[in-house]
């Protein structure tokens, strides 16, 4: 059974950072591009970063030089470090896998946590 579980959400006012984990089980979490997307009610949930599987990266515009993401294989966990967090970034933030790592859409990845709320007030 594959289970993908977010934590580190949390209130922070703009400005201040927060650091999400997201911890796999039952797959063989290094063969996975890792993501991380975030939703808002009434929106479509969009891509905010990515790992491939060699480590390299991919951001959405919106939050280049703020984020980072990083994997660790041997804990089986996907990191999204957020600074300089502003009041738009607030959203459910959800971690994801997949096998093939083609496409930043959400429908091109096949294991989804259960998401961790991250708000920012000004």
């Known amino acids: 059974q594959v289970q993908l579980v977010e934590s580190g959400g949390g209130s922070v006012q703009a400005g201040g950072s927060l650091k999400l984990s997201c911890t796999a089980s039952?797959?063989?979490?290094?063969?996975?591009?890792m993501g991380w997307f975030r939703q808002v009610p009434g929106k479509e949930r969009e891509g905010v970063a990515r790992?491939?599987?060699?480590?390299?990266?991919t951001y959405a515009d919106s939050v280049k030089g703020r984020f980072t993401i990083s994997r660790d294989n041997a804990k089986n966990t996907l990191y999204l470090q957020m600074n300089s967090l502003k009041p738009e970034d607030t959203a459910m933030y959800y971690c994801?896998?997949?096998?093939?790592?083609?496409?930043?859409?959400?429908?091109?990845?096949?294991?989804w946590g259960q998401g961790t709320q991250v708000t920012v007030s000004s």
């Open positions: 994801a896998a997949t096998a093939y790592c083609y496409s930043f859409r959400p429908d091109a990845y096949v294991y």
């Open positions: 039952g797959i063989s979490y290094a063969r996975y591009c």
């Open positions: 790992i491939y599987q060699d480590g390299s990266t």
